[in-house]
């Protein structure tokens, strides 16, 4: 992946979890292909529900392996048959004859594989600096403060490059322009926001608040409701929205970079309200539709970017992305330099309209 232009931080951190995809979008027994960081990737579920990642090309004559068979136990080669354990070992070379097999130590050829965790219903895929082995203790995949099984799971390709799409992410002053809708906020409704932002691991916290009155959508929901907005590096963004006493919302956004110039948004809903789930066929084409434009301003911008590096940033409103790209640093720094991370994010109250 490219470098970012901001003092050669790598766009795309290493080191950490990244969301490969939805749990619920691959079944037992099954395995798909998708790209990480520009690298091929195998992630697949094995007969007994445990998820599993590895490097999508054979080390034999570089085939996909997504190309060949999976039959819950064994991925097979569509080559030459060559056959690997879902921990990336060779298993069988069939072309092998009884005089040879034994001077072949299988156990010496393997496929790179990646530490893959699922958790909520999302799978994880650990991305490590390129050294054969992850460290022994693992950080944890990002926590998700929900229960149960996602109501709804979307994936969208964006064409932007992946700073931007975080950045986009993190954007509190889009979305009267960009989600322009009779059920959200509109541009003739601008109020003055004040939150309070405290930092979080690896990155800040848009502390506990009321929502946002101008919001049309938020005002059906009944009952006191407060709200919690976290982001993390790489670039996951939790919304914990409580609704009364009982039940709660939480919407989980996670950008994953693909290659230089594309990039993966999952967009990730839990409810606890019966009423939320009875309205699931009205709220899946309405969440599309946000997702939709969303996208549809990143590939424009990506447009703008071919002939612009543009980047001014205001105060208060493009904090979050200044702090952004303080935490790649920090990170990279802290990496290098071999000691302790330190958050560069302060508590302070940050002001705009929107």
Request: some cysteine; charged content about 25%.
């Amino acid at each position: 992946m490219a470098e970012a232009q901001a003092g050669g931080v790598p766009a795309a951190p290493r080191g950490l979890w990244y969301l490969a995809m939805p749990g619920t979008r691959l079944r037992r027994g099954t395995a798909v292909h998708r790209t990480l960081l520009d690298e091929p990737v195998l992630i697949g579920r094995d007969k007994a529900g445990a998820v599993f990642a590895m490097r999508d090309i054979c080390p034999h004559r570089a085939m996909p392996l997504s190309a060949g068979r999976f039959d819950g136990e064994t991925v097979t080669c569509a080559y030459h048959g060559w056959q690997f354990g879902t921990d990336g070992v060779c298993r069988n070379i069939p072309s092998l004859v009884e005089d040879t097999r034994d001077s072949v130590r299988l156990d010496r050829i393997g496929v790179k594989s990646y530490p893959c965790r699922e958790a909520q219903h999302l799978i994880w895929v650990y991305m490590g600096d390129g050294a054969d082995a992850p460290p022994e203790d693992l950080p944890t995949p990002p926590e998700i403060p929900a229960r149960g099984r996602p109501g709804i799971a979307e994936t969208l390709d964006l064409e932007c490059h992946f700073d931007d799409a975080v950045i986009g992410l993190i954007d509190p002053a889009h979305g009267a322009y960009v989600h322009r809708n009779w059920w959200w906020r509109s541009s003739k409704t601008l109020t003055e926001k004040a939150k309070r932002y405290a930092p979080s691991e690896l990155g800040f916290t848009m502390v506990r608040h009321a929502p946002s009155a101008n919001s049309r959508i938020i005002r059906l929901l009944r009952g006191e409701k407060t709200v919690e907005i976290s982001f993390r590096l790489p670039g996951v963004r939790v919304e914990h929205m409580t609704l009364g006493a009982r039940h709660y919302y939480v919407g989980v956004t996670a950008m994953t970079p693909v290659s230089e110039y594309r990039t993966a948004m999952h967009h990730v809903m839990y409810w606890s309200h019966p009423l939320m789930t009875l309205a699931k066929p009205l709220v899946v084409p309405v969440t599309r539709n946000f997702l939709n434009q969303d996208r549809t301003a990143m590939n424009r911008q990506r447009e703008g970017r071919k002939k612009s590096d543009a980047a001014m940033l205001l105060p208060d409103a493009d904090t979050p992305a200044k702090w952004y790209m303080a935490l790649k640093k920090e990170l990279a720094a802290a990496r290098a330099e071999d000691r302790d991370f330190r958050n560069p994010v302060t508590e302070t109250v940050l002001r705009w309209r929107s």
